[in-house]
């Protein structure tokens, strides 16, 4: 072939595979920033740590031990991301995007690779397998959210290259390429480190099938495995020193056998086969619920390009797709619940492949010369065209037939991937709340209040990660949570008051009745029109309308009691004591107190007067003693459940505090003086 008819074909082949990978960038970047909504927990921890990274300096781990255990890679990533873009979820997201749109062009040169290495794997395969990776909805998914699952694919498609390319060539550079790739993967997701198990199974069925493959090979792969080693030596050191950090994902997913609850391995098991092409991950965060991977258009080219695999199972080119396919499956079989997509991301690369070699077999070849024996219909016959001619034309009628096939597979598939992505899953209400959507609504509302407010939230911490990170340089907050206490600040300064209806059914009730003329500042609604959540505005937080309706004078060390309230005094076995305390902070507590409420009366065959009561820190640990700033009031709710065998009686409740972290030693009352607890009113029992 000539040197100018090379560089035509360069050049074409070039300018379709820039248009294959603008098509994977337009189905990754569009609307980025709308679909999915929100930003939420495990993307909101990783733009923190991203965060910490650029902004404290030699703050670099090797393993970020938080949400149970996050490998570097894609955080580091992110953090160069925030570095030139800001800090956003859209910066965040674009690390993903890109990545996810970088592998489109990855697998072509896997496909063409594998093309080079065997004529039996069709190179028609590699074009049709960028295609459909390009508009395959489970990689879009992922290719769109901020956390480090999408790095597996391109990792494992480069390898894969570098493997193959490797053994084609077998020069030292690809063997090297190879070891460095193969280090750096076990930095993307814990998933990854699942890699070396497949890459032995690679080289044995090469062994057992091939030999010849690896004839020449030793040193490369001895100096790939020794490179890779060294890469992961920071990381094995880690683990060295933090061996807990490496079960604390598997702890969270791994399904326990003999666990009640724990799926049958089995089920797992038929629920993955079923995934491409039958029923699909169930969670609206990485699936429009329900939905197979593939489409009915996609799953027939993946039906025949598997069977294809698994026909030439022997020629190590296809049992690789195999191997890496079936190890990359396995985190969702021995899941808590399959299939899950997200844990099987690292497939998407193979399956796409798998659907190359289908579509390949559709497409067929064009005949180049005339079939003479090819089937000519009798009136095409009587045209008056020589046979050959004849023949050559029919071929190529067929040929372009296939073709139509292929791409209304293809067009027909993007389509709908687009429709259900874009449209299905993009418009449905679950995201709001799949995606912390309101949280982040929440968050950007208390960013944009003067840095001197005051905020305080119910029922959820500052500390979720998707507030924490929209409120990282914003106004403090504070968190109560209005189910079981409420918090007055100490002074008269204007107070915005937060609370997420979704989650508090009762803070509105009990901010209304505190503070009657509450202005309401903005409201939160969902997808459908909902209430999310409410802020209020109170002019006057330090003086409550409410009091309580026993006062009493009770101090220990920076506390004091100063009236309590209960439902009623009349109750029947079995019921429940709704008793509020009113707490007073005189000073900032150093230690995070427990209160004790006990029901006293006659005593019983063990000689205990305690028949009933309830402890814990101040509004069930939403507002522990150590937050309490001097002069705020807190109303800290109690619901003790009465046993159903208590005897008719009089009875009274007792109120006292104390340490855990001491044995549970009560602490000292300055008044009345010496005492170490509080009698409260006395509750009648018939």
Known sequence: MSSSRLSRRFWRNAAALALITALAAVFRFWRLADVPPGFHFDEAYEALEAWRVVTQPGYRPIFFPGNFGVEPMFIYLTSVAFRLFGESPAAMRGVAALIGTLTVPALFGLGRELALTDRRFPMAAAWLAAIALAVMRWHIIFSRVGIEPILVPLFLVLILWAFWRAIRVNHRGNWLLLGILGGLILYTYQVAWLFPLGALGVLGCIIVTKREFLAGCWRGLLLAGIVA????????????????????????????????????????????????????????????????????????????????????????VFSSLLIIGGVMLLPTVVSDYAPHFRRAVGATPVAALLIGLGLAVILGRPQERASQDAYVPWRVRESGLEPAELSARMDRLRWFGRMLVVVVIVAGSAIYGAVAYFDIWGR??????????????????????????????????????????????????????????????????????????????????????????????????????????QAFRVPSPGTPVRKPQTPVTARWPGISLVGYDIDRTTFQPGQKVYLQLWWRADASPATDWTVFTHVLGPAKPDGSTVWAGLDGQPGQGSAPTRTWMPGDLILDEYQIQLPAEMPAGQYQIEVGLYDPKTGGIRAKMLAPEAEDHMMLGKIQVQ
């Open 428 to 533: 449905a209400n679950a995201l709001y709340y799949a995606y912390d959507q309101g949280l982040w609504e929440i968050g950007q509302y208390v960013r944009g209040l003067p840095a001197d407010e005051r905020v305080l939230l119910s029922p959820r911490p500052e500390t979720d990660m998707t507030l924490a990170f929209a409120l990282r340089d914003g106004p403090a907050v504070r968190r109560f949570d209005g189910r079981h206490a409420f918090v007055v600040p100490g002074d008269d300064r204007p107070a915005t008051y937060i609370i997420i209806d979704h989650e508090d059914d009762r803070g509105r009730l009990l901010l209304r009745d505190l503070y009657p003329d509450a202005k309401e500042a903005q409201v939160f609604l969902d997808r459908n029109g909902r209430l999310y959540a």
């Open 229 to 316: 080693a060294v890469i992961t030596v920071p990381l094995g050191l880690n683990l060295i020193q933090h061996p807990d950090h490496l079960f604390l994902r598997t702890s969270q997913i791994a399904a326990e056998p003999g666990k009640p609850a724990a799926p049958n391995p089995v089920s797992n098991l038929l629920a993955t086969a079923a995934m491409f092409s039958i029923r699909g991950d169930m969670d609206p965060r990485s699936n429009v619920p329900g939905l197979p991977a593939f489409d009915i258009l996609m799953s027939l080219p993946f039906v025949i390009g598997l069977g294809l695999a698994l026909w030439r199972w022997r020629r190590p």
